[in-house]
């Protein structure tokens, strides 16, 4: 094969570790291996019916032809009426932009704006694709961190200081993938006040978890907190999550229509449009009966609820409670440098993650993959069951270490 054949700039990026991990447990139960996955990202629930029947319907009116490649003008009317209802946000179609899934609404913003050279800021621990993207596209990832005894937030300084001439954005993800803690309204606008100062810089607001939220979390969309920041944010989110549609590959942007614009001429390049078919299944989701989402949410809290108590329950383990999406981010740093009993060491997240997986036959993701270590990202996106048992399992595996 000509060594040549692989262009440069995919050196600069990695596939997905969550998705490696994924299918790397899923490869070890074909083998037979009775490996418990939690290392996906995906909620285990049906996609509500009303959904279903609408894509259904959708095939048998025959909408089975492209979109434009802004997206279909009656999903993006949908989501200017959720924008409007949920957020406050007042935006027209023309404002708003489709994609297949979140993730290429993120890599069609970033494709459109992103020079050599230009910096991004993004808070870590980060969700896994901010990073490789803005590599991708030739931009400097300028990294900062929230740490645990701040629940995982960034400050107003941290960002103040991260900011330089060259930054073009600012990449935010409330609630957080992966330690699932959200920033309230106020914490928003302290945020926000730092952006006012630098006119340059555009904020891409990653809102996907929305409506996860448990105990007295109340979200606030980053624009609605800053009606200041509204010309200069794109607000993204999908169906993905809330609405157990990861398979439909919908998610969307509303922001500025200038870069809109550019995104949708990105789109009409590279994939004209996501599904028709998925985006009147968005219809109905946007438009329909919400009830479902209260009902996930009592399931997921009643997970987090258990998992965080036998993660607590384990000595050396520390864990800050989550109050959205569906993930925890335990600290493993009392086992780093501890021996295997057949004598290896765990040096790292990445050892750990590695341990799990072989002794406790457990699939999670190490804090390295998110830009912060020693930590694992547990996702209970899966039934108590299979949580029970693996927690049971990681705790006999962490105790015979040594
Ligand atoms: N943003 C965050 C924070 C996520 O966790 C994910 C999925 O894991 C996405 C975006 C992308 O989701 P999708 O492309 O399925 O809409």
């Not at 995919?10 to 490996?35: E, F, N, V, Y």
């Not at 606008?189 to 891409?204: C, D, F, P």
């Not at 809330?242 to 922001?255: E, H, I, P, S």
Request: charge should be neutral.
């Amino acid at each position: 094969m000509n060594n040549n054949i692989l262009a440069s700039r995919l050196s600069a990026i990695k596939p997905s570790p969550t998705i490696a991990m994924t299918a790397r447990a899923a490869a070890l139960k074909k083998q037979g291996r009775d490996i418990l996955s939690l290392s996906a990202g995906e909620p285990d629930f049906k996609t509500p019916q009303h959904i279903i029947d609408a894509a259904t319907n959708a095939m048998n009116k025959g909408f089975t032809r492209y979109t434009s490649p802004a997206g279909l003008p009656e999903f993006r009317d949908a989501v200017a009426r959720k924008l409007k209802r949920d957020n406050g946000l007042t935006y027209s179609a023309d404002d708003i932009h489709v994609g297949v899934g979140g993730k290429q609404v993120i890599a069609n913003a970033l494709m459109a704006t992103i020079n050599h050279g230009d910096e991004v800021i993004i808070p870590a621990p980060y969700w896994v694709s901010y990073v490789d993207l803005v590599l991708l596209f030739g931009g400097k990832p300028v990294v900062i961190t929230g740490h645990e005894k701040n629940n995982f937030k960034i400050t107003p300084q941290d960002l103040e200081k991260a900011i330089t001439p060259k930054t073009k954005w600012f990449i935010f993800n409330n609630p957080s993938n992966p330690t699932g803690m959200g920033y309230d309204k106020g914490e928003l606008q302290a945020l926000g006040a730092v952006l006012a100062n630098h006119e340059s810089i555009y904020i891409l607001t990653d809102e996907i978890y929305e409506f996860l939220v448990y105990d007295d979390f109340r979200f606030t969309a980053f624009a609605e907190a800053n009606p200041a920041l509204f010309d200069r944010t794109i607000t993204l989110n999908g169906l993905s999550k809330a609405y157990a549609m990861t398979g439909f590959r919908v998610g969307y942007g509303a922001g500025p229509r200038a870069i809109i614009s550019a995104m949708n001429m990105v789109q009409s390049q590279l994939t004209s449009s996501t599904s028709t078919v998925s985006q009147w299944a968005g219809v109905a989701a946007l438009d329909g009966n919400h009830d479902f989402i209260a009902t996930h949410n009592a399931e997921f809290k009643k997970r987090r609820d258990m998992v965080l108590a036998a993660l607590l329950s384990i000595d050396g383990i520390s864990c800050v409670k989550p109050n959205g999406a569906f993930y925890l981010y335990p600290c493993v740093k009392h086992f780093i440098g501890k021996k295997t009993k057949d004598g290896k060491t765990i040096d790292s997240d990445d050892a750990m993650a590695e341990y799990l997986l072989e002794r406790a036959e457990v699939a999670l993701v190490a804090g390295s993959a998110f830009g912060l270590s020693p930590y694992i990202r547990i996702s209970y996106a899966t039934s108590m069951d299979i949580l029970q048992k693996a927690m049971t399992r990681v705790k006999e595996s962490l105790a015979e270490l040594r």
